[in-house]
């Protein structure tokens, strides 16, 4: 742990993972900061984390958002309380209602019975409302109503129920135009940044590249049940000079694309051509008829890269399904789904499957 004995962050050191400073936030989430506009993200939280006021998280995608927005809970007063996440772009709006506020019996077909929303649950704890740039606006209104009152009603219900949430919202929309737009309410806005921080891209902190690749290498590798992969000198210039769009997400996807194929010199195309994994990943099959339609070859092709990727993690972990599971990313019980799709023969008949590849067949992961 890179904390001293008060709670504050230790930045001593220069040189390999000590210039890395990290804090475990639990549920396999980490604190990573080894630039110096990262650490002064890291004193800001230390100063705001105990002030009880709502926070912007602005940045774009896979910068770390939920990560901060962890690290202000942990950081604070209600450490020890609920940390409740909702994604606000993932759920229709009646549906991210409910979720929110709960619902009584009957407020809609199939409310059988009353359900407690997000916020009741969250009492006393954080709630982190990520994409809020994508919320509704019909909902920012009575979001508002929480921030203002700290009560609200339940879908369907009359009664006013009061809570204590701290409320964290993330987006990585650009609020000047989504206000111009009337996407975002000006109301809720000025209400929530009370503090606003602004996460930069990897691409602005590229001393944290070469240390976070390390750092993702040692964690995903004791996850996985990996052996780490080396790095070479290639790899690490690529990685440097690489603008990752999707930021540390895109980086920790790289690495366990490194873990599962056990190199990284195989991945060395989707840096150095410049337009990341949508090309450099490109699986190639002999065969198939030219005047097959798009869809029937890409369903072909993914059918295939699958079914070879669920084969050679199998020979791989001795088909110990649970930990060829872990490998592809995927639920033990999905992967049982899979085998039974594509008729995977016992172990002896797919090992030997498997020795048929063809050397350097790329093989697809999740990202």
């Known amino acids: 742990m890179s904390t001293n004995s008060t709670g504050k962050f230790d930045f001593g050191g220069t040189n390999g993972f000590s210039a890395l400073v990290c804090e475990d936030l639990g549920d396999g ?44 809970h942990k950081r604070s007063p209600r450490c020890h309380r609920p940390f409740f996440k909702v994604n606000c772009a993932a759920l229709p709006a009646d549906l991210l209602e409910s979720e929110l506020f709960g619902f009584e019996q009957g407020a809609f077909t199939g409310a059988v019975r009353s359900k407690p929303g997000k916020f009741e649950l969250c009492n006393k704890g954080t709630i982190f409302l990520d994409e809020i740039g994508e919320m509704p606006t019909t909902l920012q209104a009575k979001l508002l109503q929480v921030l203002e009152d700290q ?14 949430v701290r409320i964290i919202a993330a987006t990585n929309v650009e609020i000047g135009k989504a206000l111009a737009n009337r996407q975002f309410r000006q109301d809720l806005y000025y209400r929530l940044n009370a503090v606003t921080l602004q996460l930069p891209p990897l691409r602005e902190r590229r001393e944290e590249i070469v240390p976070l690749l390390h750092y993702f290498m040692d964690n995903l590798a004791a996850r996985l049940g990996r052996p780490r992969v080396a790095f070479t000198r290639e790899v ?25 194929l056990g190199s990284c ?16 990943n490109v699986i190639e099959f002999p065969g198939g008829p030219l005047g097959a339609d798009l869809k029937t070859m890409v369903r072909e092709l993914k059918a295939r890269a699958e079914l070879k990727a669920i084969q050679q993690a199998l020979a791989q972990e001795q088909w110990n399904r649970p930990r060829a599971a872990r490998v592809l990313g995927i639920s033990t019980k999905a992967l049982l789904h899979k085998m039974r799709q594509y008729g995977i023969a016992p172990a002896v008949e797919a090992a030997s499957a498997v020795e048929k590849l063809a050397p350097g067949t790329m093989v697809p992961s999740e990202t």
């Open 29 to 72: 989430y980490a604190f990573a900061a080894g630039s110096a506009v990262m650490r002064r993200l890291a004193r800001h939280v230390e100063q705001i984390a105990g002030i009880e006021v709502p926070v912007l998280l602005l940045g774009e995608s896979g910068v770390g958002k939920e990560v901060a927005a962890r690290l202000i």
């Open 151 to 164: 009560q609200f009603c339940r879908l369907g219900g009359r009664a006013l129920i009061q809570v204590d």
């Open 236 to 260: 690490l210039d690529a990685c440097q000079a690489y603008n990752w769009p999707g930021n540390v997400r895109e980086l920790q996807n790289f690495v366990k694309r490194c873990l599962v």
């Open 265 to 280: 010199d195989v991945n060395l195309a989707e840096l150095t051509d410049g337009h990341g994994p949508a090309v450099g």
